[in-house]
């Protein structure tokens, strides 16, 4: 098992910033992913970044040039720094954690971003 403990978020201006970060504990293995997913109202869930125990990052087109994921491995810690937010950036952020040797796959509680004036 693999427990997720996220903090950041809140209300925030168009054009401002915001810092989300995650601590993994448990059993977490030498292999594995983490990383952060948004849904909006009436959408579905979707991809923000993620980035591997490796250092391989992905992101979402929307967000590249503005949101930076980065790791701390020794405090098994991702965070997410969001830059030039908009308003279509509003959403419940959910940490991600994947053992990709298992193949296991697990969620933080979710954290709400606002973005509006």
């Known amino acids: 098992q693999v427990q997720l403990v996220n903090s950041g978020g809140g209300l925030v201006q168009p054009g401002g910033s915001l810092r989300l970060s995650c601590a993994a504990s448990g059993s977490i293995g030498s292999r594995n992913a983490m990383g952060w997913y948004r849904q909006a109202p009436g959408k579905q869930r979707e991809l923000v970044a993620t980035i591997t125990s490796g250092g391989n990052t992905n992101y979402a087109d929307s967000v590249k040039d503005r949101f930076t994921i980065s790791r701390d491995n020794a405090k098994n810690t991702v965070y997410l720094q969001m830059n030039s937010l908009k308003p279509e950036d509003t959403a419940v952020y959910y940490c991600?954690?994947?053992?990709?040797?298992?193949?296991?796959?697990?969620w933080g509680q979710g954290t709400q971003v606002t973005v509006s004036s």
């Open positions: 991600n954690f994947r053992n990709l040797i298992l193949a296991k796959n697990y």
